[in-house]
């Protein structure tokens, strides 16, 4: 083969057109790559922008039930105080019945007592008296106790936190049950 030939083989195999595919494919594949990975680096921005908004307005959400828990507890500290009253005002009645039945039944005892006296010194025989029964073995005086003795008042605020069988807090308490703050704990927690 002369030279010229040879140069004119090299100059057909430069020009083969399967090299200009090739190129052509190389740089849509390219161009795919870089179109995944940046549809990945953009939904990666939204799925972020989204969770950081869902934070956000979780976070909210938890700020205004615990501005409405410290409002919900003050009036109720305040509604306690009338309790208190109420309570004592009670008591107070619960007392003054027991002392009105006391002394009643005190006045029924040195009647009766006087009667018999009166009937000793004057050598009489002792007539029927009406029977009246002890107060604290009255039904109703009975059942009185029993109503009151039934209704306790706690001595103490303690909340047990529970937890799961791993040992995290479960937010399980009976006194979450059905709270909005335990909702949104739920939320926070993705349980």
């Known amino acids: 083969m002369s ?8 100059a057909d195999v430069a020009v083969d057109p399967r090299e200009e595919e090739i190129a052509a494919l190389r740089a849509d594949l390219i161009d795919r790559r870089q179109k995944r990975v940046r549809l990945a680096q953009l939904e990666a921005e939204r ?6 908004a869902q934070a956000a307005a979780l976070t909210a959400d938890a700020e205004q039930r615990l501005v409405a828990i410290k409002r919900a507890i003050g009036g109720l500290v ?16 619960y007392a003054t019945a027991a002392q009105t039945l ?32 002890v107060p604290a073995s ?14 306790g008042v ?4 303690y909340v047990k936190e529970l937890t799961d069988n791993l040992g995290r807090r479960s937010f399980e308490e009976p006194e ?16």
């Open 78 to 93: 305040d509604a306690g105080q009338a309790d208190d009253a109420r309570f004592v005002d009670a008591a107070q009645k």
């Open 138 to 151: 009255r039904p109703g005086v009975m059942e009185a106790f029993v109503i009151v003795n039934r209704v």
């Open 47 to 52: 799925n972020a922008e989204i969770a950081a």
């Open 102 to 133: 006391n002394e009643r039944f005190n006045k029924i005892v040195g009647l009766r007592h006087e009667a018999r006296a009166l009937c000793e010194a004057f050598g009489w025989q002792v007539p029927d008296l009406a029977q009246v029964r």
């Open 176 to 191: 979450l049950a059905g709270t909005d703050g335990r909702a949104l704990i739920k939320r926070k927690l993705g349980r």
């Open 3 to 10: 030279s010229s030939d040879a140069v004119k083989v090299a």
């Open 154 to 157: 706690r001595d103490n605020g």
